[in-house]
């Protein structure tokens, strides 16, 4: 698969398949074309040579949390989370059931009413994190979405990523810079090259299921990060 | 309380600047029939209250149809703009050169085919302020966060509904800068066309400088600049109403 902007060619000859129940971390330095090729899995952006194929049951079920939070400043957190079914056309009483749902699972209580004005950084990346959760998507892909966070509030929502992917069974691709961040959430991870490229490096991270902030400290997690790391310095 | 002290700064210069004019008046430093002193204002004010009230209304009522108008006409020239680039190439310009048309010199024209009356002055505070509207709308419908608008297209929403539920609430703190400058544009849109068209408090000023009133052209003045205080103010309440949740602008 190819991609090019014009002249300029950001994908060259990428050839990636993620099974379904994957986490895949997608790494690389910018410009690689990390955010493009998860905009064309969202089928918001279509390859220059090449397709992307998803399984028919996912490619309806997709949902897509961006490098910001990315609320709608005059709706409340609860009308944030249920835009997607509203768009979808669900009726109100479903989709604010469902909102209420999303928004528990990510650990957000009694802020419905809220404006995203009225919440810190931690807490809209939430709803964004509930927006995408409440279509009860199959393929979730997200885009550096902790990266302008505390790295304490990063932590706990790596932790609820985590778990969320565990307890639901779907399909996770997660790009972002941050290594670390890479081999502590996902079981897979994608080096990519520098723009023009493909692939370097794709790597099944040998670390546990469960994963908590002991594991930030273990070594095991660093022999894979260093791995990564070593992929991403050669030029 | 707290608003009513941080209202005494504005009021200083206007107890000030009054205050010199009444003694540099009385005094004889400038002539009566330049500058009247503002007591003479406020009598002919008095004097004259049917009439200026008579005209204010008149003029109030224009300004306020033309400001309308041009609200509801802006913002739906714009939103035809911005539904592609090569209708806004085609047409924008155009919408430009209603902004540059020196409304002095087609006034006239209005009254030829208006008439005498409403009619022209309504026109006439249309064409001034509608440009600001067009302007505003267009730019704040067209710089809709494109990670929002991938965010409408993953659900399938259609054209008319993100319109209406992204890139119109979106731009509305920009709709209402646009309507804010056209509020004032109206105002003098309409006294422009009373000029010509012959009522309201244009025409109570241009019957009085006739007939060297000075202190009477400055009650009617007043009365407009009144009159286009209000319409701001308007504005400036709306914009806190809808506002205040969610943008800066009307946060404290």
Same mark, same amino acid.
């Given at each position: ?20 129940? !994957?986490? @895949? ?10 955010? /493009? ?6 089928? $918001?952006? &279509? %390859? ?28 409340? @957190?609860?009308?944030? *989370?249920?835009? %997607? ?7 109100? &009483? *479903? ?7 999303? $928004? !528990? ?6 802020? &419905?009413?809220?404006? %995203? ?14 927006? *995408? ?8 892909? $997200?885009?550096?979405?902790?990266? *302008?966070?505390?790295?304490? /509030? ?12 565990? /307890?639901?069974?779907? /399909? ?17 991870? @994608? ?27 273990? %070594?095991? $997690? ?10 991403? &310095?050669?030029? | ?30 002539? #009566? ?50 539904? #592609? ?18 409304? =002095? ?24 302020? =509608? ?64 000029? =010509? ?37 308007? =504005? ?17």
């Amino acid at each position: 698969m190819r991609k090019a902007f014009d002249q300029l060619v950001v994908i060259e000859g990428m050839d990636l398949e993620i099974a379904a129940g !994957e986490f @895949v971390a997608i790494l690389g330095p910018s410009g690689c074309g990390k955010s /493009t090729l998860l905009r064309m899995i969202a089928r $918001l952006a &279509e %390859p220059t040579v090449g397709h992307i194929s998803i399984q028919p049951e996912e490619r309806f079920q997709t949902a897509f949390v961006f490098q910001d939070a990315h609320l709608l400043p005059w709706r409340t @957190v609860l009308d944030n *989370a249920a835009l %997607p079914l509203e768009l979808m056309g669900v009726a109100r &009483e *479903a989709r604010y059931s469902a909102a209420r749902a999303a $928004l !528990e699972q990510v650990s957000l209580f009694e802020a &419905e009413d809220r404006y %995203p004005a009225q919440l810190s950084g931690g807490m809209k990346m939430r709803v964004s994190l509930a927006r *995408a959760l409440v279509t009860q998507p199959r393929l979730l892909l $997200l885009d550096e979405p902790f990266a *302008a966070l505390d790295e304490i /509030t990063r932590f706990r929502l790596d932790t609820q990523l985590r778990e969320l992917w565990q /307890t639901r069974g779907i /399909t996770v691709i997660f790009v972002t810079h941050s290594i670390s961040e890479a081999t502590f959430l996902a079981n897979r991870a @994608v080096v990519l090259q520098k723009r023009g490229g493909g692939i370097k490096l794709d790597r099944r991270l040998d670390l546990p299921v469960d994963r908590n902030d002991e594991l930030r400290v273990d %070594p095991r $997690l660093a022999r894979e990060m260093r791995a990564l790391l070593s992929a991403m &310095e050669e030029e | 309380m707290r608003r009513l002290r941080s209202a005494i700064p504005a009021l200083i210069p206007l107890v000030v600047v009054t205050a010199a004019a009444e003694l540099a008046v009385r005094y004889g430093l400038v002539k #009566s029939y330049l500058v009247p002193a503002p007591s003479s204002v406020l009598r002919a004010m008095i004097e004259s209250r049917v009439e200026l009230l008579g005209a204010l209304l008149t003029t109030s009522t224009s300004a306020l149809v033309g400001f309308l108008l041009s609200t509801v006409a802006g913002i739906a020239i714009a939103v035809f703009l911005s539904s #592609s680039r090569a209708i806004q190439r085609a047409f924008y310009p155009y919408a430009v050169f209603f902004q540059t048309v020196p409304i =002095i010199a087609i006034a006239p024209l209005l009254v030829i085919w208006f008439g005498y009356g409403m009619r022209t002055v309504v026109a006439s505070a249309f064409v001034v302020s =509608i440009f600001p509207v067009i302007a505003n709308t267009l730019s704040g419908i067209l710089s809709t966060e494109p990670a929002l608008r991938d965010l409408f297209r993953l659900y399938g929403a259609s054209t008319p509904v993100t319109l209406w539920k992204l890139r119109f609430p979106a731009a509305l703190p920009q709709i209402l800068t646009g309507l804010r400058v056209a509020s004032g544009l109206a105002v003098i849109g309409a006294i422009v066309g009373e000029f =010509i068209g012959g009522q309201g408090l244009g025409s109570v000023v241009d019957v009085a400088r006739t007939q060297q009133r000075v202190d009477k052209v400055f009650a009617a003045v007043l009365l407009a600049s009144v009159l286009g205080l209000a319409l701001f103010g308007l =504005i400036n309440l709306v914009s806190y109403v809808t506002l205040r949740r969610w943008h800066q602008s009307e946060q404290a």
